[in-house]
């Protein structure tokens, strides 16, 4: 789950540079004209753009706080530190690190996550009371993150390759105008047929996600609301609120005390320093 | 996890509290070398946590030898505090853990033990442990056979998965091609055994204040031990060696001075190699255990072999289910080498997670031996309750037990089911 909502890397240059180079040769035919972009080119192109404006982070952390509510509007809460590095080789994914501190009972337990472009993910669990580091499969990507309504799949690094896009429309949203664009994955063992994405024409942020299941109804709704800007380019949303249609369950996610390049390194982001965390 | 080791049920204190008081002169001097380092002025963050846990233990039936108590109800309570001293940003930090069990029957069961006193000390590409610390190498789950650093704290559970702190100096170098660890670990921690009077003590009391050591030092040799450990894309895989004190001792029969039968434990020194390595394909992990061990009679061979098959959200739900089979193998000559249960064994267990908000999980899973259908095996069940409570329901029965079978035929009897409540703070 790397860093929740930034959905970036360098890694994604090489596949910017090749959809770039495809964008151009439409535009050659178009005689430089947008009309002649599909709305399959131009939900690719937003995606892309997306992208590009959230490289160079470098590395990062924060703490969340995770609130459960179940339809009888009962909560349980989970409290949460994920430090997050960005990989600078194409060929491999952004790196992250999950250390739980509430309920106390999970208290030290530990995930590791190096994240793929095609392949699966590596993941490892960390479990304090017995000092086991155990390797997991991550063939799990549909199924719920501690018990709450996001799955991994919408916490993971939301790579450019693990979808194909189309842009449906362009509509207002609050007080901003955002383009409105379909994503499918194409990644193994998604729970979703398909998002649609609510992305603002100014910052190209992600506002709001409409979830379809496998029978392709609308199965959640995710909001991403205060946002902040940090080191004057990167754009984070504070509160991430996911709705489960289906269920009438859900679940807050706030953020807290973001910190960009603090020097993190590979090394902090192996499966052998994982008993280390804290 | 669900039954592992097998040997152990009597219970011992004198070394360890000797051991203990070494580790923990080892811990202290360690401490205020770095408490006196210059750049450590700046004030740390402490940290305590913990938690206190209610235990009630039920024996169906009789026990099976006379001097065992007709004990059908078992209760005791343990604590478990933590607490944590930082500095550095994180780079140096103490950790202190003890534990305490009352127990309402087994004297031998209410103990305390230091779990953890050690100073970690970590560096760009390595770090070092010094004082008591715990140590887990190892991917199976049936039995935890590569898993030899710290001994077993075998009064707790049967299933091998609770352990006695070990003093120890520690260092782990990260490098591209694996991590390498080394141990000197001075100081034994003789196994714990169960009173003479108590449930799943086995066949014969044990008599732990005799135990003897091929080692002249006794508990004070030096043990060393090396591991290597690296990640091969889908492949993960540790290769050990540990030249050392048996932790499982041998028992040997004698008549004490009562004129009655005892077994006393007897600690060989050895050399064990071993080999760990698990293969993450998909929702399958295939996993692999093995071990070399020369010092107890010949030189024999161990193994655990198996997988874990993992069915995501089954039925359409949220819950998964585990399947694991594993098979166990212990080519050891019992008349030199500490008794085993699981020289040919299969291991089959399922395991179910809910995913829901309290973390429900069950699991079922059973040991057969292949040449007597002696069987042992176990149901758990857990889940939170609100933000600071678990519960937790285990129970391990012992059914179709083959009178040959030493460890099985001794605890026959002693099928037992505990309900343990857990406060987390």
Redesign the interface.
Known sequence: MNSFQSQHSPRRSGVTAIMLAALSVTAAFGAGSALAETPEEKGLAIAVEADKRDLGWVDSESELKMI?T?RNGET??RELRIKSLEVEDPTVGDKSLTIFD??????GTAFLSHTKITE?D?QWLYLPA????????S??K???F??SEFAYEDLISQEVAKYTYKWLRDEACGDLQCFVVERFPVYE?S?YTKQVVWIDQQEYRPMKTDFYDRKDSLLKTLVNTDYNQYLDQYWRAHTLQMDNHQTGKSTTLTFDGYKFRIGS?E?DF????LK?A? | MIFGSDKGRLLKGDGNVRASAVAGALALSAFSAALSLPNVVQAGDWDF?G?VAGELRVFPNAPAFDEQDDTRFSPSIAVEPEV?Y?WSG?DD?ITFVPFARLDAHDDNRSHVDLRELNW?H?A??W?SVIGVD???W??TESRHLVDIINQDDAVEDVDG?DKLGQPMLNL?L?RDWG?LSGFVLPGFRERPFRSNDARLRGGLPVDDDNATYESNAEEYHVDFAVRW?H?FDDL?VGIAHFHGTSREPRLLPRVNDDGRVVLVPRYDQIDQTSLDA?L?K????WKLEAISRSGQGDRFFATVAGFEY?I??LLDS?A?LGLLAEYLYDGRDEDDAPAVLTDDDFFLGARATL?????TTFLIGGIVDRDTQSTSFSVEAER?I???W?AELEGRFFVNVDDEDLILNGIRDDDVITLRL?R??
């Open positions: 459960l179940n349980s809460t509430r309920p106390r009972d999970i208290e699966p590596d017995l000092k086991r580091v155990k390797r997991i499969s063939a799990n549909s199924g719920p501690v018990g063992n729970g390194s090394g192996t499966s052998n320093r280390r804290r | 946590s938690s944590v930082e994180g930090r970690l970590v760009d590409d770090d715990k140590v887990f190892g991917v998965e782990n990260f991590t450990a990640t993960d698990q993450t998909d929702a399958w992990l993992t995501f959200g949220n998964d995913n829901d908000e309290q973390d939170r609100g933000q600071h678990k857990t987390f703070f």
